[in-house]
């Protein structure tokens, strides 16, 4: 089992780290376990099913544990007969989980391993798209392992990814780039709106513009005028969509605050399909979309740079060229812009968050979506 040692050297360390005032029901099982579920994850994780590889999830949680009893939304089905907990056995099954909607239970008190069970969300999956509910984890916030793809998996609470492990090396993810680092420092300067507000809407933005697959960049920025000699808005639309009349909005629709939220994001991750960036405020108002970076105009063509680890300390290895142009420009355009901020998500779904600090442009790679 060498072979996701990477994984395990790191997983307990990370998930200390990142998640905090655990019930034991919340915690990793011992290291021996972890290993010999994640092998037969690995196992799994590479066998095709009618042409397509798996993805689902598995927890460790038991079934009579009370803190499944908070989450009104998700429902306990136990098998009648558990089931081996194999690679043949699992490959057999895995086509009936769902990754965004289910976990597989496992029972890991004794050897060999069983599954007993799934726990199905689909009900707070509903309630999402209706826009019933803004934000926030669509499952039971307990740690699982997730199959992502061939040889992929991911360490998760809930649906925050903490590491993953790919073709023999590690990934690690932070979760608090929009709370307490340099990032949630320019987004709160000048800002009037609350952080719930501001991490509901940024945790909806990120996360659907993630599923779209197409890349994207997002700048938030002082003011329009901060702004206007770098960047060129094709579709200039300045709007107070969100935090306006909201007991009007309310009196007159019957939508809520959280709908009226849900909606706007889902808005400004569409605009995001658009060639250019998407451009909003530090209230996060929409300035326009498909605007043009204009590098041409800005002093420096490669502005000093920071780039951050998980463990914040400073990767020195890593240099402004070793980066695609949408993360140059990203990182030349908060440069120019003081007090701006840019997001770069990448095809893949991961999230690069820049700022302007100390006289660097600081960068913050694998940001997790905030545990809200």
Known sequence: MSDISTLMDSAYELFDKSVHDLEDDQKLPPRDVMEEVCQTLLNVSCLREEGRFPTFRVCFIKPDSELLDTYIYSHVLLFKEPILFNTRELHKLAPALNANMSYLMLDVSERPFKA???????????????????????????????????????????????????????????????????????????????EKERLQLLYRVLWEVGFFQHGATILIVPSAESCEEFIDIKYEMPSNFLFGDDA??????????????????????????????????????????????????????????KFIGYDDEEQTYKTFQDNGMRHRAGYRFCSAVDGSVAFVISQDGTVEACTKYDGKVVVYDNVALPMI
């Open 116 to 194: 007993i069970g799934i726990i199905a969300s689909y009900t707070a999956w509903q309630k999402i798209v209706t826009r019933e509910l803004a934000s926030g984890n669509r499952m039971p916030r307990i740690p699982n392992i997730l199959v992502a793809g061939p040889g992929e998996l991911k360490l998760c609470f809930g649906e925050t990814s903490i590491v993953t492990y790919s073709a023999g090396r590690c990934v690690f993810y932070r979760t608090d780039v929009f709370t307490s680092t340099p990032i949630a420092e320019r987004l709160q300067e000048g800002s009037s709106i609350t």
């Open 248 to 305: 009007n909005i309310e009196k007159h629709s019957g939508m809520p605050h959280e709908k009226e939220l849900v909606t706007y994001a889902d808005m400004i991750a569409k605009l995001t399909s658009v060639d250019g960036a998407v451009v909003l405020n530090k209230d996060l108002d929409l300035l326009g979309f498909g605007a043009e970076v204009l590098t041409e105009k800005m002093g420096s063509r490669h502005p000093k740079m």
